[in-house]
């Protein structure tokens, strides 16, 4: 019996398990900032709210972008682990739904602010 190429063996289910491992650490986080429970003396990124949601949207792109290369990379035959691609989309797609949510709070806060009487 064959077994199906890069889900069989031990480097693809280390990759896959980093993998997730990454998503559960970065899902805490996000967490952490929705509760507000993020370390208080931890500096932001480029030391501005600008300067932070900047980084994270350049991550954002980042991951999109990466996902579109292991993609292709496997239309092309040069990847062959499925799970690989999969992931990487799966990843791509949860970075876009936490900044569109990020998006939304943010207008959301900026209608309330307009609403407010002078």
Same mark, same amino acid.
């Given at each position: ?28 986080? =996000?967490?952490? %900032?929705?509760?507000?429970? @993020?370390? !208080?003396? &931890?500096? $932001?990124? *480029? ?5 932070a949601?900047?980084?994270? =949207?350049?991550? %954002?792109?980042?991951?999109? @972008?990466? !996902?579109? &290369?292991? $993609?292709? *990379?496997y ?16 990843? @791509? ?26």
């Open positions: 019996m064959s077994s199906v190429s890069g889900i069989g063996s031990g480097a693809g289910l280390s990759e896959i398990m980093a993998l997730r491992q990454q998503i559960i650490d970065r899902s805490q986080v =996000l967490q952490q %900032v929705r509760t507000g429970d @993020a370390v !208080a003396g &931890a500096p $932001t990124p *480029a030391g501005s709210f600008t300067g949601l900047k980084t994270a =949207l350049d991550s %954002v792109n980042q991951t999109q @972008a990466q !996902a579109e &290369a292991v $993609t292709s *990379a239309e092309t035959g040069q990847v062959t682990d499925v799970a690989q691609v999969m992931l990487a989309r799966q990843q @791509a797609g949860v970075a876009f739904e936490a900044t569109l949510q990020v998006r939304n709070k943010l207008l959301s806060a900026y209608q309330d602010i307009m609403k407010l009487g002078i």
